[in-house]
């Protein structure tokens, strides 16, 4: 497949003008694109350029609100709870965080409830732009079914990513970020748009085997980690985030990929810990004690290296991407261009 090379402020535009060719609000469209752009900086092409005319097709069929704006309210002296009204889920999540950092910073802890969403990128970044203010953080979000419960058959939860970050005194934060599947569900989504296998062990079909077939495992369900631990895990997140959200569960959600339908309406949930009221500078000695003793002393590689190796790579040489992909972002982001010079 034939890639190419483009700077990624080049990218950022065409993204957003693919989504306000949609119909989607600029001050949203940045946002998404902001989100895309950071997802393809640190080598994650699953929530990158690949989800962007799924986002614009839903846009057009209305299955998500291109100009929906946020509705946040602060129901407890640490809570804050934000309505998403089917649109976007980044700026629903930057809109809470607006007010739950400042609330973290007097209460020692707050939480960011979000409603009405939608599919929220890079979990790990949300927490990561929290460790960079000073906090600790950690995030729950809930996916359209993918995965059974274990022993069952039928899929009711989803791959539903959890979360953390924290700060460090000389380094970029320390971040982990995975899904309770072994494998994230737009990963197989991507290998089945290329006609590729998938590797043994991430996916069972609709009868229940194993497979390596994307497109089989489409229409089945995904294997969660560590067997009936994941599953828990899985269970876990629905709770936190959609039942304490009033969101919409795995199974009741419609899909991410898919532009018909009604909106998935799934939730996420943020906690955020203020590292002052813990002990601030001895919180962060304790960090470098244990980063330390697990590069120097085990020695392993701290989580994240190879994110912000590759956050490096795209700085100096740009992003790569399929050049057939980029024909198509341009394609969509150009009908708009014509419309509005009035050559249509």
């Not at 929290?130 to 950690?138: K, M």
């Not at 990929?257 to 813990?278: C, H, I, Y």
Request: proline content about 6%; glycine content about 10%.
């Amino acid at each position: 497949m034939e890639t190419i090379l483009r700077p990624p402020g080049e990218l950022h535009e065409l993204v957003v003008r693919v989504l306000i060719s949609a119909g989607t609000a600029p001050a949203n469209a940045v946002a998404v694109a902001d989100a895309v752009i950071a997802a393809e900086f640190d080598g994650i092409p699953s929530h990158g350029f690949v989800r962007v005319p799924f986002y614009a097709d839903q846009v057009s069929s209305g299955k998500i609100d291109g100009h929906a704006v946020p509705e946040v309210k602060q129901t407890a002296a640490a809570i804050v709870n934000v309505d998403a009204r089917h649109g976007f889920a980044f700026p629903a999540i930057s809109a809470g965080f607006g007010v739950a950092v400042s609330l973290a910073r007097g209460a020692g802890i707050a939480a960011v409830g979000i409603r009405n969403s939608h599919h929220c990128g890079v979990l790990g970044h949300h927490v990561e732009r929290l460790a960079q203010r000073g906090l600790f953080g950690l995030a729950f979000a809930n996916t359209p079914a993918a995965m059974a419960p274990w022993g069952g058959a039928r899929a009711l939860f989803g791959t539903n990513p959890i979360a953390f970050a924290c700060p460090r005194r000389a380094a970029q934060p320390l971040v982990v970020d995975l899904s309770v599947s072994v494998a994230a569900r737009g990963k197989i989504v991507m290998a089945a748009g290329k006609n590729q296998p998938i590797p043994e062990g991430w996916a069972l079909d609709e009868f229940g085997r194993p497979t390596t077939d994307a497109r089989a495992a489409l229409k089945g369900t995904v294997v969660p980690i560590g067997g009936v631990k994941g599953a828990a895990l899985a269970l876990m997140v629905e709770f936190l985030s959609a039942a304490l959200t009033q969101s919409h569960f795995g199974y009741e959600a419609s899909s991410f990929f898919e532009a018909t339908g009604p909106p998935p309406g799934v939730g996420q949930l943020f906690v955020m810990f203020d590292t002052n009221a813990f002990g601030g500078g001895a919180v962060l000695d304790r960090i470098e004690d244990l980063c330390h003793a697990i590069s120097c002393e085990a020695p392993a590689r701290i989580p994240g290296e190879r994110r912000l190796a590759s956050r490096a790579n795209v700085a100096s040489n740009g992003i790569s991407l399929p050049k057939e992909l980029f024909d198509l972002l341009q394609l969509r982001a150009c009908r708009r261009d014509k419309i509005s010079s009035g050559s249509e």
